[in-house]
């Protein structure tokens, strides 16, 4: 064709009823049919009352299948007629009433028409041979005939209405009459197409959206009913098959020759048959047999690898340790930073208050001073009366009671010899140590916090130590190539430094250094190290010194060149018992260190600007001081003693720091200098000898142990001369005791030819004994 119509699927409605429209027989395109026409009667009505008959929408194209399946009407039209004459289906009288009295039945039984239809078509599948090319082009042909809306094609032959001529029809298809015999109803015809042309136009917009569906509905269902067909022809060919071959196959053919068969044959089949399973077999046994040996063999590789294989065991240690040690320097690289800021808070408290007691000492000297001065000229000028400011009368007042506080404090502690001058002073008002002790106490605070999140490993000694000291015990080549004694300092220098925040060196009840807690667990190292290596040049027992040289000294040099009063002999003390014990461990024999030059240069360098800055002994007119109860004279007593005093934590340093520099600092500048000259101008008594004789107790025994000596050392020559000086003068004032003091201290000095010489000057052969005990 050369145009195809539009395929459309549309279900004509019934003006009565459903039944009605079930019944309604298949028609031809442009075939008018009466509402009033009732439907035919036999075997084409026994087949509407059927499923098929009522499909519903599916109403002509499976009523198609149905007549094929059926052959109850014969098509009108020329290809149809051809495709019956070729493909009719030869069914009995006793099947047909069978089958449609099983159509029936099942039609009472279920109202839905899925159901039905699916049981008549399982029903007629064992009968139903496929239909030919032609008869399924011819059912096409009608359908695509049915769908046609906009015009009626004039080929197509139209079946007769009449049941009377139906009926003749199927009983005698030679008897159909011509084209010009069969009645047109041209009235009906065009009042039917009016009405189906309403219908449609009414309903076309309600159906429109479900025709598609029906037409693919339609189409799957007959692609199921062709597969279904041909499974079962196909099945029935296999059966066929099979059957006819399981007779070939029960058939013998007698004609067929074997050759013969002796014992000999046999036998030598089996044999052969055997020799090859035996082969077989021994080489399955060979196979095992290596398998076995496989198995063995990789055990005991296993089992040494997993008892001595040293590189495993050594690159999990080093892995291990190298993780640790990263996590270590991470973890102190992130708290030094803290711990410096903690550091810095303490040592700037501390030197707050250090240099506020030095500057208030020095300023009372200076008020002090200036108020004699006054008082002097005041004396000495006609007026006689003295002007003091409201500042400087505070300043003598504070100064006199906290002298008045001492004295009580020393006549509780029953100390009656003290002497006045050579108390340090260093006492802080009730406000000020408030402040300090608050201060001091936010910073330990702060100090306690700072390994408060961080695991034991990490920031105990002992712990640190135990991670090398296995490493030592298990690879000890590899400890010593590593330099770790040289590390290890380096990595507890932090973890040291934070125990030392709250360390004052300065306070005499401080703690010792082999008292700490870092100390121990070092020792302990090194302790261990030297028993389990057998060299004597073993690196780990520097290690100790190398801390206290990297860590406590530097320490050490803080406090002595910013915070320690040389003045205070409570302060000189402590610190010199903790230089001696770090000094002891810090270096080894025959060995410079730096810091420990730094540390004693910053010693020297302190009682020097000490010696410059805080000794000042004016000299008054004998008038002023010959009253001993006089302000001038108490003022250059305690002076003086505060001196004697500085003298003698000067030389206290004795072992520490070299004789030259003590006799330097002790004797050349401030005896010489200074405490000299007020003896000088004093009066010979038994005062004078009782300052000479503490001067010469504070000399350290050590200058005068050679027993050859006869003249002491050269800084000594104006003391000594002052000495002798004092003597002849009291011998002439026959005070017989304190010239016996005199030649004493010169031998105590080892100035025995001055001691001789005076007393065979002056006959005082009952002192020779004195030589003798010396």
Known sequence: ??????????????????????????????????????????????????????????????????????????????????????????????????TCHSSESKAERSSSSESSSSQEETEFSSIVTIPDATFIRAARRKRELARTQDYISLDTKYSSTISGIKQTNDEDPESEPDDHEKRIPFTSRAQTLRQRLAEETRTRNEEASEESQEDENQDTWEQQQMRKAVKITEGRNINLSHSSECQIVKKFDTSISFPPVSLEIIKKQLNRRLTLLQETHHSHLREYEKYIEDVKNSKSAIQKLENSSSETQSFKFYKTMKIYVDNLISFLDEKIINMQEIESSMHALLLKQSMAIMKRRQDELKHESSYLQQLCKAETSTNGSVTTDEKTQWILEEIESRRVQRREARALSGNCSHQEGTSSDEELSLPDMNDFKKSQGDILQAHKKIFEDVHDDFCKIQNVLLKFQQWREKFPDSYYEAFISLCIPKLLSPLIRVQLIDWNPLQFDSIGLKQMSWFTPVEEFMANSMKNSKNEDNSDKKILSAIINKTVIPRLTDFTEFIWDPLSTSQTSSLIMHCRVVLEHSTSENEVNKSKQDLLKSIISRMKKAIEDDVFIP????????????????????????????????????????????????????????????????????????????????????????????TSIPPLENFIQFLLQSAHKLYESELREEVKEIILILVKIKALNQAESFIEEHHLDHLKSVFIEA
């Open 1 to 98: 064709m050369a145009h195809r119509p539009k395929r459309t699927f549309r279900q004509r409605r019934a003006d009565s009823s459903d039944s009605d429209g079930s019944q309604e027989p298949l028609a031809e395109p442009g075939e008018p049919r009466p509402a009033e026409e009732e439907p035919p009667e036999g075997r084409g009505a026994a087949v509407a009352e059927g499923p098929l008959g009522r499909r519903g929408r599916r109403g002509r194209r499976g009523g198609v299948w149905a007549s094929s399946r059926r052959a109850a009407t014969p098509a009108r039209d020329d290809l149809a007629s051809g495709a019956t004459e070729s493909r009719t289906v030869d069914l009995s009288a006793d099947e047909e009433d069978v």
């Open 619 to 710: 000299l008054y007119p004998k008038s002023f001081v010959e009253n001993k109860t006089s302000p001038h004279s108490r003022f250059q007593e305690r002076q003086f003693w505060s001196g004697v005093k500085l003298f003698q934590n000067i030389l206290l340093w004795n072992g520490l720091l070299p004789d030259e520099t003590l006799q330097e600092l002790g004797l050349g500048k401030l005896l010489n200098r200074y405490l000299i000259i007020v003896l000088l101008n004093a009066t010979p008594g038994p005062a004078v000898v009782k300052k000479c004789n503490q001067i010469a107790v504070y000399l350290p025994e050590k200058w005068f142990e050679n027993s050859a000596m006869r």
